[in-house]
């Protein structure tokens, strides 16, 4: 399972498609494609003669001398006998700290008991940890007034263990979404901004504003008390690489990771828990801001189509199946002469805002490494339109690549990529829920291939809690793909999250081996398929 449970409601309807049953061309391994074979690796094809509405599906060529398809039987032989990773890549491991490690007050909470478990994390042989440095924290109270004092405490904590840091600039709210624990809202300055103007948040079809994250909308407008969101942004993050420089300078920060969105995650807020989302749900589009509607009236202007310049109207809702709707169903409008222009316009919007955020970071940060974060929305991923992810900015149906353009503007910025949902098995998603027509596996393959193919250095980590043997193998043969002619592999892995489940003996025993496979370190208890 992914996330949630799934209601659905529409009046709009084009049938709904068969399920799929599981089948070694739908849910691909880690392929070597160049940009010559990535479109035409992903064909269309009918599901049941039965339906009266074709349901398409996303598969690969099938010459496995070029895309090293493995059959049914061998994909069960490889569950049975584990890869042997001694020797491969040595691959960094870090783990996430606990959401509530910083309080609001910027206070450092529990430091005794977090520097034992960061001992215990050490004796595994982990590279580092990554934190989340929450800006409704930091500069809660006044713009430009910052208050680092919890963080540096942790800082130099993790420093005196000779453990590395990834920092995260979270400009998003916590809470509200799957696994978050804690409740930390945006700065208590912008919140009140945002009392008079709600537009400065992202807002649905209805009218209905979200206070997770700033509208891009606002990126160049001076709402923010004479600052722009992206000069706020600036401002931020400048802080933060003074008040550290000594972390800097010392090695002890390896990468800053720049959050561009809702869960730090480069798209729109397009399925939010806390307004009724449930899983499988292909969410809304989230560009009713009267800024973004602006921009989009005056691109339809441009194009002498001004009667373009609104919204889908028949796009259902949170909890729709793209079947029950005339825009995602297959032939729908997503397709159509509208359909194009409006989801070109909403992904460009996706793309020119990372360009703008990491143009700066890269100016804050020079001569650190940068990363940004896109989410693994893998439901769907087995119809033609993809709605989940056109509702999310990622403009991916099947007959369009719609991860290359932003793999294209983080090697731009030198920034790597950080991908999500690389423990999940896509057999898993369709005997847990089959309707959801879900493909982790096939997503993953296409999004390192993306950055792969522009090389930039590709990281992950795993989407939902993971403790055991079987997803931690799913998790190496991602970072080190088997029989790649390039080499290619994961620059890191951030395991989510610390915690006392983790650190239980069993647990710990299962992450231990893992680290050390992903480092390339021999271990002795493989199993084999006689086992």
């Not at 933060?240 to 720049?258: K, M, N, Q, Y």
């Not at 020119?352 to 890269?362: I, M, Q």
């Not at 369009?400 to 423990?423: Q, W």
Request: glycine residues 6%.
């Amino acid at each position: 399972m992914s996330i949630s449970s799934f209601s659905s409601s529409s009046s709009m309807a084009c049938f709904s498609p068969p399920l799929l049953t599981h089948s070694p061309l739908i849910s691909s391994p880690i392929l070597n494609l160049g940009p010559a074979n990535i479109l035409t690796s992903r064909k269309v094809y009918s599901i049941s003669k039965r339906a009266r509405s074709l349901s398409r599906v996303r598969c690969q060529q099938d010459k496995a001398e070029d895309h090293n398809v493995v059959s049914v039987s061998e994909t069960n032989q490889n569950q049975l006998q584990e890869r042997d990773f001694s020797g491969t890549p040595y691959v960094p491991v870090y783990v996430m700290l606990p959401l509530e490690i910083i309080n609001l007050e910027c206070e450092l909470v529990s430091a005794d008991d977090l520097l034992n478990q960061l001992k215990i994390l050490k004796s595994q042989n982990v590279d580092g940890v990554m934190v989340d440095c929450w800006w409704g924290v930091v500069e809660a109270h006044a713009p430009q007034q910052y208050n680092w004092n919890g963080y540096k405490k942790l800082f130099q904590i993790v420093r005196d263990l000779k453990l590395k840091i990834q920092a995260v600039m979270s400009f998003h709210e916590c809470g509200g979404n799957v696994g978050d624990n804690v409740h930390i809202p945006l700065p208590q300055w912008v919140t009140e901004i945002g009392q008079g103007n709600p537009d400065i948040y992202f807002r649905n079809r209805d009218g209905t504003s979200n206070s997770e994250c700033l509208t891009w909308g606002v990126d160049k407008e001076r709402v923010f008390r004479g600052r722009t969101a992206v000069e706020v942004y600036f401002d931020y993050m400048r802080s933060f690489r003074v008040e550290f420089d000594d972390f800097f300078a010392g090695g002890i920060i390896s990468e800053i990771e720049i959050g561009l969105g809702p869960c730090g995650e480069l798209r729109y807020p397009s399925y939010p828990a806390k307004h009724g989302w449930r899983y499988p749900g292909i969410g809304e589009f989230q560009c009713y801001d009267q800024y973004l509607m602006k921009s989009l009236e005056s691109t339809a202007e441009a194009r002498k189509l001004a009667f373009w310049g609104k919204g889908p109207e028949n796009s259902g809702s949170y909890n729709s199946s793209p079947h029950e709707t005339r825009f995602f169903c297959d032939g729908g409008d997503y397709d159509s002469y509208y359909g194009r222009f409006f989801l070109n316009w909403y992904s460009q919007v996706l793309v020119d805002h990372g360009d703008r955020v990491l143009a700066l970071a890269n100016l804050a940060f020079e001569g650190t490494p940068i990363a940004a974060k896109l989410s693994g929305i893998h439901w769907w991923y087995k119809t033609a339109s993809h709605a989940a992810e056109l509702t999310a900015g990622f403009y991916n149906p099947c007959n369009r690549d719609g991860y290359a353009p932003i793999a294209s503007m983080l090697k731009k910025h030198g920034a790597a990529l950080n991908f999500t949902c690389v423990e999940l098995r896509t057999l898993d998603q369709h005997e847990d829920f089959p309707e959801a027509l879900a493909d982790p596996e096939g997503l993953v393959w296409q999004v390192l291939n993306a950055a792969w193919d522009v090389d930039i250095p590709v990281a992950s980590e795993n989407a939902l809690s993971c403790y055991d043997r079987e997803g931690y193998n799913k998790i190496l043969e991602n970072a080190k793909p088997r029989n790649d002619s390039y080499g290619r592999h994961l620059s890191a892995f951030t395991y989510l999250r610390l915690s006392s489940l983790l650190l239980e003996k069993h647990n710990l025993t299962e992450f231990e081996r893992f680290v050390r496979r992903m480092h390339g370190e021999q271990v002795l208890d493989l199993q084999s398929a006689t086992d």
